[in-house]
């Protein structure tokens, strides 16, 4: 793993060499992240009583023009994931039924940092953009919330997950569109992405729960030339 993110950042100093005296373009983008766990193993309680979670992500990025067509865009953002399991039943008391159940949401924070190709079209000023890539991401923390009800809701004290419990180091492939359009000085862009880990949530091997993140974005964001 510490040989994988030496390598992923040396691509970073390399494109900083090459494209020196390329337009670069920085930004601001913010948007929703519609995250959820991809189970694999014996998870089929899991795969019943799991959905998703949406959470806001704030980010900056930059993007280094190679040609006319093409750009290398790269960042860091700040992202909530994980997935929401609820478990929901009736008990029928003096012949009416009372809903009773559980709802816990697990997250864990994120600092994502993606590396993408980006190839650009269209007319005019307004240009469409397909990308592809991958990226690095540092789990900064986790806790599950949970929430009873018994007629009516209430939160339940939040448990945090030390850090040491799971995955922090995590790499993600990662595909996109989307579209920029001059605005003042700079451009806006709104793009859609999908991203999958490569790598399971929990470290641990001795139990079959291969528990992957994954997710839909969308975003918008505003970028000027230097």
């Given at each position: 793993?510490?040989?994988?993110?030496?390598?992923?950042?040396?691509?970073?100093?390399?494109?900083?060499?090459?494209?020196?005296?390329?337009?670069?373009?920085?930004?601001?983008?913010?948007?929703?992240?519609?995250?959820?766990?991809?189970?694999?193993?014996?998870?089929?309680?899991?795969?019943?009583?799991?959905?998703?979670?949406?959470?806001?992500?704030?980010?900056?990025?930059?993007?280094?023009?190679?040609?006319?067509?093409?750009?290398?865009?790269?960042?860091?953002?700040?992202?909530?994931?994980?997935?929401?399991?609820?478990?929901?039943?009736?008990?029928?008391?003096?012949?009416?039924?009372?809903?009773?159940?559980?709802?816990?949401?697990?997250?864990?924070?994120?600092?994502?940092?993606?590396?993408?190709?980006?190839?650009?079209?269209?007319?005019?000023?307004?240009?469409?953009?397909?990308?592809?890539?991958?990226?690095?991401?540092?789990?900064?923390?986790?806790?599950?919330?949970?929430?009873?009800?018994?007629?009516?809701?209430?939160?339940?004290?939040?448990?945090?997950?030390?850090?040491?419990?799971?995955?922090?180091?995590?790499?993600?492939?990662?595909?996109?569109?989307?579209?920029?359009?001059?605005?003042?000085?700079?451009?806006?862009?709104?793009?859609?992405?999908?991203?999958?880990?490569?790598?399971?949530?929990?470290?641990?091997?001795i139990i079959d729960l291969d528990m992957k993140n994954k997710g839909y974005s969308v975003g918008i964001g505003y970028a000027m030339s230097f």
């Amino acid at each position: 793993m510490r040989h994988s993110l030496i390598t992923f950042f040396a691509i970073f100093g390399l494109l900083g060499i090459t494209t020196s005296q390329a337009q670069i373009d920085a930004g601001v983008r913010t948007g929703v992240f519609i995250s959820n766990i991809d189970h694999r193993g014996n998870t089929e309680v899991i795969d019943q009583v799991s959905s998703s979670m949406i959470s806001e992500q704030l980010g900056v990025f930059g993007e280094y023009t190679l040609s006319p067509s093409w750009t290398i865009k790269t960042g860091a953002t700040y992202v909530k994931k994980g997935t929401v399991l609820s478990y929901d039943e009736s008990i029928g008391v003096g012949g009416f039924d009372i809903p009773v159940g559980i709802r816990a949401k697990y997250q864990s924070e994120h600092i994502d940092i993606p590396l993408t190709a980006q190839y650009y079209f269209g007319y005019n000023d307004t240009k469409y953009f397909v990308s592809a890539g991958g990226g690095y991401s540092l789990a900064t923390g986790a806790s599950i919330r949970p929430q009873a009800t018994a007629l009516f809701g209430f939160n339940l004290p939040e448990i945090s997950i030390p850090t040491d419990d799971i995955n922090t180091s995590i790499y993600y492939g990662t595909i996109g569109v989307g579209i920029s359009h001059p605005v003042g000085p700079g451009k806006i862009i709104g793009e859609v992405g999908y991203q999958n880990s490569f790598e399971s949530v929990i470290p641990n091997t001795i139990i079959d729960l291969d528990m992957k993140n994954k997710g839909y974005s969308v975003g918008i964001g505003y970028a000027m030339s230097f």
